[in-house]
């Protein structure tokens, strides 16, 4: 990571609960799962708001969670 990437990561997380995944993005590791869960977060605790989920890895499946991040309206709270 660049210092210019650190800033904006920095930046981005500042004062925010931070859950990183890190791993190859396959159905096995269960990113799937993460992200609904965020969804259900999301969607019935309207006093959360300071939440982000990083996501370290490449895989199969990349294309898929980023779309399902989007479908699951959470995509400003994942950071891929």
């Keep these: 990571m660049s210092k210019e990437d650190n800033k904006t990561f920095t930046e981005v997380t500042k004062g ?3 859950i990183v995944f ?3 993005l396959v159905h096995r590791k269960g ?3 993460l992200l609904r ?3 259900k977060i999301k969607s ?3 006093d959360i ?3 982000k989920v990083v996501v370290i890895g490449d895989g199969e499946k990349e ?6 991040s989007i479908d699951l309206n959470i995509s400003d709270w994942v950071i891929f």
């Design 31 to 33: 990113l799937d799962i």
């Design 16 to 18: 925010k609960f931070v």
């Design 37 to 39: 869960a965020i969804s």
């Design 63 to 68: 294309s898929e969670y980023l779309k399902m």
């Design 49 to 51: 708001k300071d939440i």
């Design 44 to 46: 019935n605790r309207n």
């Design 22 to 24: 890190l791993g190859r």
